[in-house]
Structures are given as C-alpha cells and as structure tokens.
C-alpha cells in the first residue's frame, strides 16, 4: 500500500462556487457534483442564456445533453478557476 494519502475532492456546493473569488467574472455551473466553466457558452448557447451561474444544472443538463457529458469534462475547473482537462 502507498503511504501517500489520496487527496479527498469535495464536492463543491453552489454557495461556495458562487462565492469563489475567480467567479465573480466567470460563470460556473456544478455538473454531477464538479464545477464547470460556462462562460463562453453564455452568449453562445443555441438555447440562449440558460445558465444560472453558481447553481447545480445537472438535471438541466441531463434533460437537454444527456450524451454530452464526456464533451463537458473540457470544461471542469478547480476552485481557482484552473481548467484541469483543457490542453
């Protein structure tokens, strides 16, 4: 066994992330209990501004892009804004 302990990822609650110092200029949603980055999708959505930025959208999300949540993962960041999958 590895004597290095395994970080514990929290699941960020909407009053965090709406509180994040980094979000007061972006918009970011939580999805399945992780927080994403919409801004970009907010004056490009084909659906128009949907998001309610520093809520939990999952079953928003889940009723409008069910197959879409690998495509989603581009979009996660941490509580400091950092993308953690974009290249």
């Known amino acids: 066994k ?36 919409v801004t970009e999708f907010k004056t490009e959505h084909e659906g128009g501004n ?7 959208m999952t079953d928003q999300f889940k009723d409008e892009h069910k197959n879409d949540f690998a495509r989603a993962e581009d979009y996660e960041v941490d509580e400091n804004g950092n993308f ?4």
């Open 2 to 37: 590895s004597l290095v302990p395994t970080p514990q990822v929290l699941t960020p609650t909407p009053s965090q992330v709406k509180s994040e110092p980094v979000a007061q200029d972006r918009c970011f949603i939580i999805l399945n209990g992780k927080r994403y980055d």
């Open 50 to 56: 949907v998001f309610v930025c520093g809520t939990d």
């Open 84 to 87: 953690l999958n974009k290249n």
